[in-house]
């Protein structure tokens, strides 16, 4: 071996261990091996050379090394180290192991890097895009950078695949305080401005606006600038933009060439006005030769890996980014010519660089200046720069990635109940109008019959400004949500007159409207009619820039946009009193006279409040109300507004009644004031539902959880507080299951919540659809754990291996086990209440049985439980079937569900499941018996079977109406609720002492004769209060008992689900109310069933199949039930543009093979997919998903 021949090149120095170790690293290592090639220092002196495992040792020994640190994959080597320093009798370092860093989106493998720099794919060890620390250094890493991140990180003992963003974040802290602004303009895109009054000159500013230690630069001006065409495109004549350290300016002329492009504007300066905000901010470059530019290359690097993760069957090879580097050929400031190598700097709206090659000045031999070269260094954001300098204008293009990251934490959760109603400010009115001006442009390029593209780029601004819209107001944009949010204002307060003609539409201008609306329609009439008769389009043009015309015209007679259906305002007849109110609102609300005024009134207002609290009199009350509100008419006659703020609070009820004397006087003036009353009084209780569910299902599901009071938010995002009302439900169901699967000999039991990481990778293949999901305890206290420990996503790899102790005769089959638990998914979708929950409650059945048969039969007795569950006691409709396989629970032979469709969103979703799975986990488990007739160890057949807490969240979508929730009365906790009635003010003490007793006596009947009644006794609320309360929370029956039915021994049962009243005898009430119940359960199911069999189609043909699709139904059609044809299905189904902002754009997925085939399947049927030349299996339900 030494000499390097051919028999010394055959073998190798192996120290002897233990060929049977459990740890291969002790299976006789190989310690010494020939490679006969030069080495730098002792050339072909020595052949043979120790491996590193054994060299390592014994170097770290010799050099005195106290502490060994290495990465956990040397964990299985270090029995071996420390084996060679026994062996040898040398010292023992001490080995400290710690996580290597994964990052995402590279490579970490020299061999794999240096294939990289072979292949010429990068430009050497120092590419910008290498994981190596030259590489990142020359990116525009900072040493300070880097060991902050190291700091932050630690020594944790958890595997994490961490993103290059995080990295570059703490980078940013470093340098964004020190490195200088400067400008740059991208080359093929500047546009000049001629600005007037603009001389050649030139100021000192700070090279950083917020650090004066960084120092100055001086910025010229001239007549002529430039600017990015990004900007030029977004400027407007009679705009004002910030130009940045040098002031405003005015644009007053644009010029665009043929194509529409903008290729110079005309300016003029504003320079004292210094009114920065809300302006367009524009990055700029003077033309003058005292200023030369400077010529500047800007590079952009992205990933190597396109894959974040690769997984260990992935060859990186197919995942290589050919197309990683990018450049952008600008122009710079002068400042940039005096930039050195490794200089960084923040271009601004551009973000930070570090030069890598200095400006030249033009070469003798080549008469080229070298540009100067410029790395873009990453700021660890995930949101796209902008393009233009103004944030409010830019319409935002969210990608998914930046999507992702806005819902992380529980901002994206806030309880509605915290949540404040916005007002519409500034910049929301601002893309009101634009929403409303795009809307306009979009239906005119339909109405002209436009290119697809043309439509479509429109329609895509149009989505863009809704979406500013509903970060800026947190809310959807609706047509006219400039007047619903005017409502909004005013119940914040806010001092704006509720007579305005912008506002109520009611001004002269009211039969002009009227007009105006005629002309409208009978023009949008002709210019169908010209459509239907396909006239030419210089035809039709003309017809709709009338039409458009006669719409503006209609906007400023009457502050709306015209739609169809608008209720047309109408004019005020103008009484004498209304005459003195126009003379005298000249005055103003601000006013001396009109101030003083409602000093008064608020003191007397005060004065009013006093006397109430304290008891006085009503005659004397009423005298100060008086005085009160001729004082707030006086204000009305001075200013032409009702007062604001001041007089505070509520009418007296006095004070209404004497209002109806004079509504005469003013009949049509009166009706929109109340009206506003209305809407500030609900603003205020916030009680209802403020989002209807056939218009905002999302917002209409998330008001009826929490206002309902079944759900409370939590800190954690995707973690919800069940509340005792949505609890109750859980155990109804619960006391259900558990009942009835303990009749077939299931037995509870519970096991820990915890999954040893080993137990997880033994089942690899089941748990890969969990994966992702998986949450995971790396730490206790301040201490890394040993080996990360998993929290059940469910718990086949924790029962399993006790079923294989406890399991070894026939004797011992069969094993029938149910947990009631939680169990925690980290789901990456947005939460949804009950419906998608990173935590939640569920049962799981798992049992073993000695044959096939057994299992099977219990599978579908567990199916039947589930779908009794849906329809007895939550009145909910399923389709029970078998998943295709393609769906079904991995590591099972099949799986049974039941499935439910939401009729609100046009989707199914899977109620329950019960899982064969044969004897697949029996094997990987090792779960044998020993057969009696063969003697002979066989492998046990089980079965899993689960329903959770989603029975809620299902429930309250398909009952929930626009009053709130719904309930069933066999899951509801509060059946009837009685509510006493007719307590005024009139009615003795006695009388209403009688009347709660009667209350209470007719609730304590209903108890008795097993109804769930409650009383509601609370004298802080009034009866109607109650009765939206009890409405909304659901509760099946209100029962309202005033003093005229007690005498009559009557009682009035309202019904929640339609509302009907009934007039029953007190005497035979707990029979009728048990009635009652029963026939509203019996409603609730066959209004639901009603609904589902509408919507279940038929169908044979894929166009058909599309169009049933998109209205809103649940498919069923011949499938091969080949996984490929599945995902074409689901793919080619999906809409190919979104139109309207929110509206499903997945396409249909395989929900179940239904147990209740619409028919046989004939020779010559087709799978549903045209392209699918395979022979259908089934009929498979097929359609949109939860």
């Known amino acids: 071996m030494k000499k390097g021949s051919d ?96 990052l995402q989106n590279t490579v970490l493998s020299k061999r794999k890097l240096t294939w990289f720099a072979n292949e010429g794919l990068v430009e050497g060890w120092d590419d910008p895009r290498f994981p190596t620390v030259r590489g990142i250094l020359r990116r525009g890493m900072t040493v300070e950078g880097l060991k902050q991140f190291i700091i932050a990180q630690g020594s944790s003992k958890s595997v994490n695949m961490m993103s290059w963003d995080k990295i570059w974040s703490y980078n940013k802290k470093v340098i964004d305080p020190v490195v200088p602004r400067h400008t740059a303009l991208l080359k093929s895109e500047i546009v000049p401005v001629s600005v007037k009054g603009a001389t050649v000159g030139h100021k000192e500013v700070a090279r950083h606006p917020k650090n004066p230690d960084v120092g100055t630069k001086q910025v010229w001006f001239s007549p002529t600038v430039f600017i990015d065409g990004a900007d030029a495109e977004h400027l407007s004549v009679g705009e004002m933009a910030t130009f940045i350290n040098w002031g405003n300016l005015v644009i007053t002329k644009i010029n665009k060439n043929n194509d529409g492009k903008v290729e110079s504007l005309d300016a003029e300066l504003k320079l004292d006005n210094t009114d920065f905000k809300k302006t367009q901010k524009v990055t700029w470059l003077a033309d003058t030769e005292k200023s030369p530019m400077t010529p500047t290359l800007c590079i952009y690097y992205d990933n190597i890996i396109s894959k974040p993760v690769l997984a260990k069957e992935d060859d990186f090879k197919d995942y290589i980014n050919r197309n990683s580097r990018t450049e952008s050929v600008m122009v710079g400031d002068p400042e940039l010519m005096s930039l050195k190598k490794g200089d960084m700097i923040q271009i601004q709206r551009r973000g930070y660089f570090v030069c890598d090659s200095p400006y030249e000045p033009p070469s003798r031999y080549t008469s080229l200046a070298s540009p100067c070269v410029l790395i873009n260094i990453p700021d660890g954001h995930v949101k796209e720069m902008p393009k233009a300098g103004s944030k409010h204008k830019e319409p935002k293009d969210t990608g998914a990635k930046e999507k992702a990251q806005s819902k992380k934490g529980k901002a994206a959760e806030k309880s509605p109940q915290e949540e404040q109603p916005p007002t519409l400010t500034g910049d929301a009115a601002d893309l009101d109008k634009k ?53 909004k204002q005013k119940a914040k307060g806010e001092s704006k007159p509720k007579e305005a003609p912008a506002t109520t539409g009611a001004s002269a201008a009211g039969a002009d409207a009227g007009e105006l609306n005629e002309k409208i329609v009978a023009q949008g009439n002709k210019i169908r009619d010209l459509k239907s008769q396909k006239a030419p389009k210089d035809q039709i043009d003309p017809e709709v820039k009338v039409l458009l015309g006669l719409k503006e015209q209609f906007k400023q007679s009457t502050g709306l946009d015209w739609k169809p259906g608008l209720t047309i305002p109408q004019q005020q007849q103008t009484t004498p009193a209304m005459a003195d109110n126009k003379e005298n609102s000249g005055v103003a609300a601000g006013s001396p006279e009109a101030l003083a ?17 304290g008891g006085a009199p009503k005659d004397q009350v009423d005298e100060e109300v008086k005085v009160l509100l001729s004082l707030k008419a006086e204000y009305k006659q001075l200013t032409g507004e009702d007062v604001a703020g001041g007089g505070g609070g509520r009418k007296d009820k006095k004070g209404k009644k004497e209002n109806k004397g004079s509504k005469a006087a003013e009949p049509k003036q009166q009706k929109p004031a109340k009206e506003d009353a209305g809407r500030e009084v609900k603003k205020v209780t916030r009680l209802g539902l403020e989002a209807k569910k056939e218009e905002n299902l ?69 748990i890969a659809d969990f994966a992702p999901e998986v949450a995971w305890v790396t730490k206790s206290g301040q201490s890394d754990l040993n080996e990360p420990i998993a929290i059940r996503p469910t718990s086949e790899t924790v029962m399993y291996p006790s079923y294989a102790k406890w399991i070894r005769s026939h004797r011992d089959l069969p094993v029938r086990l149910n947990q009631w638990c939680n169990v925690v998914r980290w789901e990456f979708k947005h939460p949804q209440p009950f419906l998608r929950t990173r935590e939640f409650l569920w049962q799981e059945g798992h049992t073993a049985f000695a044959t ?74 090792e779960i044998m018996y020993e057969n009696p007739d063969t003697q002979e160890m066989e492998h046990v057949h089980q079965n899993s079977w689960g329903i959770t807490t989603r029975t809620i969240g299902v429930m309250a979508m398909v009952h929930g109406d626009n009053t709130g929730l719904v309930l069933p009365p066999r899951v509801a906790s509060v059946q009837a609720i009685v509510v006493p009635c007719g307590i005024t003010a009139s009615l003795s003490d006695a009388d209403r002492q009688s009347l709660i007793k009667s209350c209470e006596e007719l609730e304590n009947i209903l108890v008795q004769a097993g109804i769930k009644a409650k009383g509601d006794y609370r004298d802080n609320y009034s009866p109607g209060w109650k009765f939206n309360h009890w409405e909304l929370k659901g509760v099946p029956v209100r029962i309202e008992l005033g003093p005229r039915d007690v005498k009559n021994g009557e009682l009035v049962a309202v019904r929640r689900d339609t509302g009907d009243k009934l007039t029953l005898k007190q005497a035979s009430a707990a029979e009728g109310i048990k009635k009652l119940l029963e026939d509203i359960q019996s409603s609730l199911f066959a209004k639901a069933k009603k609904i589902q069999d509408e919507y279940v189609a038929l169908s044979h043909d894929w166009q058909d199949f599309c169009h049933q699709l998109d209205q809103k139904k649940i498919i069923m059609s011949p499938f091969c039930g080949e996984g490929e044809c599945e995902e074409k299905i689901k793919k080619d189904s999906a809409r190919d543009a979104v139109v309207e902002e929110g509206a499903p754009s997945m396409g249909a997925k395989s929900l179940c093979y239904p147990f209740q085939q619409p028919g046989d399947i004939k020779a010559d049927m087709k799978c549903i997919h045209p392209d699918c030349k395979a022979k259908p299996i089934k009929y498979c339900l097929f359609g949109r998903s939860y």
């Not at 390592?56 to 060679?84: G, K």
């Not at 436009?450 to 989505?463: H, Q, S």
């Open 597 to 613: 005024l409602k000093g008064k009134i608020e003191a007397q207002g005060e004065k009013v409040r006093q006397l109430k609290t």
């Open 435 to 487: 929403i409303t001006e795009q809307g306009n442009k979009v239906r005119e390029l339909k109405g002209q019959k436009a290119a697809k593209d043309e439509v479509d780029a429109a329609v895509k601004t149009l989505l863009a400004l809704k979406a500013d819209y509903k970060a800026a107001t947190g809310k959807d944009w609706k047509p006219a949500s400039n007047g619903g949010n005017a409502g």
């Open 852 to 925: 096939r048969a057994e299992a099977e039969d219990e599978v579908f007795k567990i199916l039947d439980l589930y779908a009794r569950v849906y329809e007895e006691l939550l009145a909910v409709p399923v389709i029970k079937g078998r998943k295709t396989e393609k769906e079904k629970f991995a590591g099972g032979d099949f799986t049974t569900t039941t499935e439910i469709y939401i009729s609100a969103s046009g989707r199914g979703i899977q109620g329950a499941t019960s899982h064969h799975l044969g004897q697949n986990f029996s094997k990987m488990f």
């Open 7 to 102: 028999l010394g090149r055959k073998c190798a120095v192996r120290a002897k261990i233990d060929m049977n170790s459990k740890n291969g690293c002790m299976r006789d290592p190989t310690i010494y091996r020939c490679k006969p090639e030069p080495h730098l220092r002792t050339g072909n002196k020595y052949n043979v050379y120790p491996t590193y495992d054994f060299a390592c040792p014994i170097v770290d020994s010799l050099e005195n090394v106290t502490h060994a640190l290495r990465t956990t994959e040397y964990l299985d080597r270090d029995e071996q180290y420390y084996w060679v320093l026994d062996a040898l009798g040398m010292r023992k370092p001490y080995i400290y192991s710690y996580s290597r860093l994964n």
């Open 698 to 766: 999302s917002e209409w599901y998330t008001q009826v959880i929490t206002k309902a009071e079944m759900i409370e938010y939590y800190d954690v995002s995707g973690c919800y507080i069940l509340r005792p009302w949505s609890y109750s439900i859980w155990d109804e169901i619960k006391n259900f299951f558990d009942a009835e699967i303990k009749k077939l000999g299931v037995e509870n039991c519970y096991f820990p919540m915890f999954v040893s990481h080993a137990a997880l990778e033994r089942e690899k293949t089941h």
